[in-house]
Structure formats: C-alpha cells, structure tokens
C-alpha cells in the first residue's frame, strides 16, 4: 500500500519532474508507491534515465524537460539553482510548480540578490515562471530521509515537511500531494518566508537526522510541532 492515501483531493494524476537525481528520483519512488504516473527528465536526454525508469514500472517514462513539464498534472522543479533560467516556461504556464531549490554558492555561483537576502530561491523561480503557481518544499530533507521517513495518514510517528507559497489553492493542492506521499504539510506562508527552511537554518536537512554528528543517515520522524518550533527559531545568515 502506498504510505499515504491512494489519491488527492484533486484530479492530478500525473508528476512531471524536471530533474531526476537524489530528490527527483525519490519524489518519483513516492510517487509511483502512491499510485501517481510519473514523466522524469534531466538535462542530459531521456536515455540516461532508462535503469530509473525500469526501476519505477508502467507508471513511469522518460521525456525531455519540455515534455515533462507539458505533461505534468504537477510539475516537481528539482535542479542546481544555477540552471533555473533553464526551466520552460511556455508549458508551466498555469500549473502548480513545486520547487526544491537551495542556494550553493560554491556550486552555483554567486546570486547577489541571495547574498543580500532581498528574495529567496523560490521567489527567483517565480519570477522566472510568472504564470505558474510556485510552491518550495522537499529543499530541506535529505533524500534519503525523505524516503525513508514516508508514513501512512494518522500515523503517530509521521512527520511533517515546510511548505511555503503565494497561492491558497497550489498551497491546498500540494499539502493534499504530500498527504499521498506519507507527509503532513506545515504552512510557513508566502515564498518571502521560505528562507526559514533554506539551508544552514534550524529547520534544514539536520532536523531530520536522529544524530547529525554521529549517525546522519540514521533518520528522525518531525511532527507538526517540532517543525514549527524549528522555523520559529530560524535566522537570517545576517542575524546568526
């Protein structure tokens, strides 16, 4: 049985991934294990996904990011941060894109904007997607994590991820995906309060971890409660 519901609340029934590695790849396994359909895609060309896509079954094929972003119902954006300009826009228009993008200056150059803490990663993909309804989660677990950490609504062990977004309904739409995932959703508010979840923050990948220093890939159920917590003592890079 798949870990949360058999369905949404909505008539999705089909996930395109622009991105198909670690996070990708594991939204994709949740997502097949949910009864989803699943269109993933990379940037070096629909073959080079095949071992995944035998891996997932029917429910899964491979296309061009174009293709699966025309294709998905919900459109997960998984990418380094500095290819985001890369993302289509013609065919996310009016979808529900979630984005799981973190800023990694080391990898992904420098982002003045970032630096000066004047917008966030998913208010930048916004604006580069201005017909879509952007939604940031999945940025602030490890994937492994993410996996492993999937249980079945009601569940007393199950645990919560950050959503954040600047509309109701794409909010309402992606708490109800994340419910079939085996997740419940904890809603931080607008794109402009993403950074509570953003790397180096209390509410970043180490949450999940049952002992960062000692144990990392050892994971850790977070409630509701502990989730909150957690974003209410997050800090700007400026503050810290």
């Known amino acids: 049985m798949p870990p949360g519901r058999t369905g949404l609340a909505t008539d999705m029934t ?26 993933l895609s990379n940037s070096r060309g629909p073959e080079t996904l095949k071992e995944l ?21 919900l459109v997960v954006v998984t990418i380094p941060l500095r290819a985001y300009r890369d993302v289509p826009t013609a065919p996310l228009a009016g979808k529900i894109v979630i984005d799981t993008n973190n800023y990694y200056p080391e990898r992904d150059g420098r982002f003045p904007e970032l630096d000066d803490e004047s917008t966030t990663t998913s208010e930048l993909v916004q604006r580069h997607l201005p017909e879509s309804r ?14 492993a950490l999937a249980r079945p609504a009601g569940a007393a062990d199950r645990t919560a991820l ?30 402009a309060e993403g950074w ?20 990392w890939e050892r994971p850790a159920p977070v409630d509701a409660e502990k989730l909150r917590a957690a974003l209410a003592a997050a800090r ?3 503050d810290s």
Do not use: M, W
Request: proline share 4%.
């Open 196 to 215: 509570r979840y953003q790397r180096d923050t209390s509410a970043y990948a180490a949450l999940y971890s049952a002992d960062p220093v000692n144990d």
């Open 236 to 238: 700007r890079y400026a």
């Open 53 to 73: 896509v035998d891996e997932l079954g029917p429910r899964a094929r491979a296309a061009t990011p174009a293709e699966a972003a025309a294709a998905g119902d």
């Open 162 to 191: 950050p959503i954040a977004g600047d509309d109701s309904g794409a909010k309402a739409t992606v708490t109800a995906f994340l419910d079939s995932l085996g997740y419940d959703a904890v809603d931080v508010g607008p794109l």
């Open 134 to 147: 952007v939604v940031k989660t999945f940025n602030n677990i490890y994937f492994k994590h993410l996996l």
């Open 14 to 39: 089909t996930v395109g991934l622009i991105g198909s590695g670690n996070i990708g790849g594991t939204v994709a396994r949740l997502a097949v294990a949910a009864g989803h359909d699943v269109v």
